[in-house]
């Protein structure tokens, strides 16, 4: 989370809104957000069970805590998801501009056809 605050201006830029979703409460919700200095929306206190299910996200059961899920959505849908059960494979900020400029730049090519 850390790493798309750092980048949420260029982000931005280029269109792109950055939101994080937990199930913790939001005292915790908060320790992360002044630990990572997050400037970002962070959404709190979901109900991991019944989220998981509606966006596809893997939940922990015993811990009840969502995996890392990261979602890039274009035109009102999901046009790409990452889930990742550990400390490998997580969506970067830069995969992102780079899909998200490939996309821009298709659109161009549609456009002018």
């Known amino acids: 989370m850390a790493e798309f605050n750092d980048q949420q201006d260029e982000l ?12 913790d409460a939001e ?3 908060r320790k992360s957000v002044d630990k990572h200095g997050l400037t970002f929306p962070v959404v709190y206190g979901l109900d991991g069970p019944s989220e998981s299910s509606k966006i596809g996200a893997f939940i922990d059961e015993k811990k009840g805590f969502f995996h890392a899920t990261n979602f890039i959505l274009r035109k ?4 790409h ?3 990742s059960t550990g400390p490998l494979g997580r969506l970067q900020a830069e995969h ?3 899909l998200v400029n490939y996309y821009q ?3 161009k090519a549609d456009s002018t056809g």
């Not at 931005?12 to 199930?23: E, F, N, P, Q």
């Not at 009102?76 to 046009?79: F, K, T």
Request: charged content about 15%.
């Open 12 to 23: 931005a830029k280029m269109g792109i809104g950055i939101v994080a979703l937990s199930v």
């Open 27 to 29: 005292k915790y919700a």
């Open 76 to 79: 009102g849908a999901v046009n």
């Open 81 to 83: 998801a990452t889930y």
């Open 96 to 98: 992102v501009k780079t």
């Open 105 to 107: 730049g298709q659109e």
